[in-house]
Each structure stands twice: as C-alpha cells, then as structure tokens.
C-alpha cells in the first residue's frame, strides 16, 4: 500500500466523493454527491497547504482516505486544525489502513508546524482514536448528530514518548 495526497491521484475524487456521500451524506439531506465530488475535488490541489486530502491505494485502488482541514465544526471556530473524513473501505478495514492515514496526516501536520490537532467523532471510535494519541475533549453537535471532540497535542505525545 501506498500513500500519496490525493492531488497526484485525481483519478479517485470520483471514489472518494460517493464515500463520502453514502457514509455522511444523511448529515445534510439536501446535498447532492456532485456537491461532495465538487467539495473533494476543491481539497485534491495541495500537497502542502491545508486543506488537503491523502489517500492510501494499492493497485490502482483507493483502499482510505483522510482530510487536514480548518475549522469542521462551527460550533468551535477557536478549535482551528483538524482531521476529518477519515474513511476505509469496507475490504481493508481491521488491516490497519486507518491507523496508516491517522499518522500520515499527524506527521504532516508536525511539519507544517501544527501543535494540535482535533477531530470529531461518534462513540463507537473514541476507543480507536484514543489508541492513536487523541484525548476526548467533550460532547458537542455536528448537524443532526452528536460526536465527541477529541485533541491530539505534539507537546503531550513528545512529553510520553520521552517517558517510555
């Protein structure tokens, strides 16, 4: 498998798009997938810049992708980096997909000199971001539904990995 910003690999916007629309699509009914198609496309130009988009493929195939991006929830505007759209294709997920993209976009984030990182999730995944460095924050709304606010720090993960 490889990861690559999804800039290099437009090919899968289309992929990406009807992922999106069949698993969030229901958070803001009136959406259309050429809409999300339109969205994905407008954070597949950068390789360096928030917003942006990575993408893990093999094969020809986009297996997951993940998101760097400002402000996703409203609610929180001082909240301002953030990882969304996090999403494994049903064949590869329980094979680590998700972790890889987590840590690619952490990765990222370090150098553009990001120092903390947040992200927005349903409880069913609090345990699986936790397991990737995120600290569960609070409860709060994002359209129609409830998530959990979760906040990566570079300061606290550097702090435990000097203490293993």
């Known amino acids: 498998m490889e990861v690559s910003f999804l800039a290099d690999y437009p090919q ?9 629309f069949d698993e969030w699509g229901y958070l803001v009914p009136e959406i259309t997938v050429d809409e999300v198609k339109e969205n994905v496309s407008g954070k597949a130009q950068s390789r360096h810049d928030i917003p942006l988009i990575f993408v893990i ?26 990882i969304g759209g996090v999403y494994v294709s049903p064949a590869f997920r329980g094979t680590g997909v998700a972790r890889i993209l987590v840590e690619t976009a952490k990765k990222h984030a370090v150098t553009l000199g990001l120092t903390k990182l947040y992200l927005q999730c349903k409880d069913d995944y609090i345990g699986l971001y936790s ?18 606010v979760m906040k990566w720090d570079v300061c606290e993960e550097e702090t435990s990995d000097d203490a293993s």
């Open 131 to 148: 397991k990737y460095g995120f600290q569960a924050l609070h409860k709060t709304k994002y359209g129609v539904i409830s998530t959990m």
């Open 12 to 20: 899968y916007i289309d992929q990406i798009a009807h992922w999106y």
């Open 57 to 82: 493929h093999q094969h020809g195939k986009p297996a997951g992708v993940v998101e760097l991006k400002y402000r996703e929830n409203a609610n929180h505007p001082d909240y301002e980096h953030w």
